[in-house]
């Protein structure tokens, strides 16, 4: 059924008024573990980082496999959402605004990690550039200095495109609420009226984030990738790692933000908004993304394989038969052999069944990562220096809290921000843009705001 | 801020609206700058939308990413040029890894020019009067005239109601 203007702003800002059992008992969820990490990590800072498992050479493990995990979680939001905004894909309006908000999360709780794995996170401005007391400037030539730089522009960027089009409904809620709730939406909405030239900019606005975005975030997770492309360690300098390394980080996006989609449609109610076409053109895109990321693994260990390089066909052996080979079988089949018939046969391409498979795709994404980091750096070029790894319950905690951090801000972000843009879905109900924008052929049966058939036909004079 | 106005269900009636009202200013001689249209949505396709639409912020974000490139290039170069490393014959300012600086710089030179454009063009933060009705949520538009003159009054509102206005208020007062 479709529903009016008013019926929009009604259902949207009521989970901002109202709250559920639901909803605090996954708030204490998420804040438990959040405290768990907290704790550990107060241990690290009191006992120093030597209570992690790193140890020569492998100088990273838990914590970057973390950080490019979450970095990569954060393609989901701004680059699908920039990427459809820009093809005027109808369907995208529920989607867009859940997906920005875990790009801007998981950016910020990337951003933490190499703080935390510093081990003295208070000297972290080092890597901001300016001259110190010996004049010496962040050595440039360095992928963590291109880290520095290119995380910031993506967390400014992918900030201020959550926020711009989310004024609107700041002035919606400000408009709808009274006393110091109004005071602050009052704030937050910058004084936002609607006039037809706000109106005017804001999109103008959007169009341009949308443009410049894409290759911000693309730009990313390259230089991500090149923190160990950069590095003579086997199966690490490769070129192939760029590409590789966003289709993965776009893939295990996809599915972070499916498995977000179906946890706000039962918490918040969205169930008319967050429908199973949503569900059905996301698990498409996952599809895709699985049969890209099974392409990049088998041509990266088929050009391992191929070239019988004795310090990289060690790591490969290690990897797929010996010592992390549980972890390597478990990473294929949650990232191709699970989710691929669950997403290609359109009988289980449901919510649930999405969701099963973004499930099993976020576990794998992370064994992928981890599967890049530690087989390689214990088995570097001599092999006098080979050594071993083993997670210690700081390193785990950590890991696990960065999850229930990521819940909570998303939690908490959902009480204060309507979750679904309602300007935008209001536009989708002008009968103008309707005509404009949908095949001539099925003016006689108009499609909603989700693409849903709609009940009755267009008045007259639009039809015509 | 004392407003006049009255809202309208369909956007071909706010035009409707917006015409007449712009039809009297020269008659009734006052500025057509006061008329103003405020909507819960935006809405492309008609006049006093799309009259307000500018290229001008692309071309703020061209320079802005113009301005951010540059910063990013002498950044990277004077900085590396102030301590001279011995780089074993190497070039001291390497174009390869000082230009992934000189994009991400471009890129977010542009992304800030667009927010100050938008915050500038669209006149935010404006904190003194705001423009409103309930029935803006309820998806109609609100079309009126700004501080019109005491005297122009119920012209203006037999005016808005010529356009298909079932009712006349006023804000501010």
């Given at each position: 059924m479709e529903k009016t203007a008013e019926q929009i702003e009604h259902d949207l800002l009521w989970p901002l008024f109202h709250t559920s059992g639901k909803y605090w008992i996954a708030v204490a969820f998420a804040t438990s573990l959040l405290l768990a990490g907290v704790a550990a990590f107060g241990y690290q800072l009191y006992a120093g980082i030597g209570v992690w498992g790193l140890n020569s050479p492998v100088f990273w493990a838990f914590d970057i496999t973390n950080f490019v995990f979450w970095i990569g979680i954060s393609h989901a939001g701004t680059l699908i959402s920039a990427i459809l905004r820009l093809t005027n894909a109808t369907w995208r309006r529920p989607v867009t605004r859940c997906a920005e908000a875990i790009t801007v999360f998981s950016v910020l709780i990337g951003a933490i990690i190499p703080l935390c794995?510093?081990?003295?996170?208070?000297?972290?401005?080092?890597?901001?550039?300016?001259?110190?007391?010996?004049?010496?400037?962040?050595?440039?030539?360095?992928?963590?200095?291109?880290?520095?730089?290119?995380?910031?522009?993506?967390?400014?960027?992918?900030?201020?495109?959550?926020?711009?089009?989310?004024?609107?409904?700041?002035?919606?809620?400000?408009?709808?609420?009274?006393?110091?709730?109004?005071?602050?939406?009052?704030?937050?909405?910058?004084?936002?009226?609607?006039?037809?030239?706000?109106?005017?900019?804001?999109?103008?606005?959007?169009?341009?984030?949308a443009i410049v975005i894409i290759p911000v975030a693309v730009s990313v997770h390259t230089i991500v990738s090149w923190d160990f492309a950069m590095t003579p360690v086997p199966m690490w300098h490769s070129s192939i790692f760029g590409p590789y390394f966003v289709a993965g980080a776009i893939f295990s996006g996809i599915a972070a933000l499916i498995l977000a989609m179906a946890l706000l449609r039962k918490l918040l109610h969205l169930e008319e908004y967050l429908e199973p076409i949503h569900f059905e053109n996301l698990g498409k895109l996952l599809l895709t993304m699985s049969l890209l990321w099974f392409y990049f693994t088998f041509a990266e260990r088929l050009t391992a394989w191929y070239g019988n390089s004795p310090p990289e066909m060690a790591v490969f052996w290690e990897s797929i038969r010996k010592q992390f080979a549980p972890l390597f079988w478990i990473m294929v089949f949650c990232n191709f052999i699970i989710p691929v018939p669950i997403l290609a046969i359109k009988r289980l391409r449901t919510i649930t069944g999405t969701a099963i498979a973004s499930c099993t795709v976020v576990v794998g994404m992370w064994l992928e990562r981890f599967l890049i980091v530690v087989p390689s750096l214990e088995h570097k070029f001599l092999p006098y220096s080979w050594g071993t790894y083993k997670p210690t319950w700081v390193e785990v905690t950590l890991m696990v809290s960065s999850f229930g951090f990521m819940l909570l801000l998303y939690l908490l972000f959902s009480k204060v921000v309507p979750m679904i843009s309602i300007w935008e879905l209001k536009v989708g109900l002008q009968p103008h843009f309707r005509v404009r924008t949908e095949p001539t052929a099925e003016h006689k049966r108009p499609r909603g705001r989700q693409g849903v058939a709609l009940p009755g036909p267009l008045p007259t004079d639009v039809a015509e | 801020m004392k407003t006049l106005y009255a809202l309208y269900a369909e956007?071909?009636?706010?035009?409707?609206?917006?015409?007449?009202?712009?039809?009297?200013?020269?008659?009734?001689?006052?500025?057509?700058?006061?008329?103003?249209?405020?909507?819960?949505?935006?809405?492309?396709?008609?006049?006093?939308?799309?009259?307000?639409?500018?290229?001008?912020?692309?071309?703020?974000?061209?320079?802005?990413?113009?301005?951010?490139?540059?910063?990013?290039?002498?950044?990277?170069?004077?900085?590396?040029?102030?301590?001279?490393?011995?780089?074993?014959?190497?070039?001291?300012?390497?174009?390869?890894?000082?230009?992934?600086?000189?994009?991400?710089?471009?890129?977010?030179?542009?992304?800030?020019?667009?927010?100050?454009?938008?915050?500038?063009?669209?006149?935010?933060?404006?904190?003194?009067?705001?423009?409103?009705?309930?029935?803006?949520?309820?998806?109609?538009?609100?079309?009126?005239?700004?501080?019109?003159?005491?005297?122009?009054?119920?012209?203006?509102e037999s005016r808005l109601r010529q356009a298909g206005a079932s009712a006349v208020k006023q804000s501010g007062i």
């Open positions: 794995h510093i081990g003295r996170p208070w000297l972290g401005f080092w890597m901001i550039p300016y001259p110190n007391q010996r004049h010496i400037w962040p050595n440039f030539r360095s992928p963590l200095a291109w880290d520095f730089f290119a995380i910031s522009t993506y967390l400014t960027g992918s900030t201020t495109f959550l926020y711009l089009p989310t004024i609107p409904d700041f002035a919606a809620v400000r408009d709808a609420s009274n006393g110091l709730r109004r005071k602050i939406y009052g704030v937050l909405a910058l004084g936002w009226q609607g006039t037809q030239r706000q109106w005017q900019r804001l999109e103008i606005a959007m169009h341009i984030m | 956007p071909d009636a706010a035009q409707r609206a917006v015409d007449t009202l712009r039809a009297a200013s020269s008659e009734l001689k006052f500025d057509p700058k006061q008329i103003v249209v405020v909507s819960g949505e935006p809405h492309e396709g008609y006049e006093f939308a799309d009259e307000h639409a500018t290229g001008s912020p692309y071309r703020w974000a061209v320079l802005g990413a113009a301005v951010g490139g540059t910063c990013g290039f002498l950044l990277t170069t004077l900085s590396q040029k102030s301590y001279p490393i011995l780089t074993g014959g190497m070039s001291l300012t390497p174009a390869w890894t000082n230009g992934i600086i000189v994009y991400e710089m471009i890129m977010l030179g542009a992304i800030l020019t667009t927010l100050v454009v938008l915050l500038v063009g669209a006149r935010l933060p404006n904190f003194k009067g705001v423009i409103t009705d309930p029935e803006i949520s309820t998806g109609k538009i609100l079309v009126g005239v700004v501080d019109p003159p005491e005297n122009l009054q119920p012209e203006l």
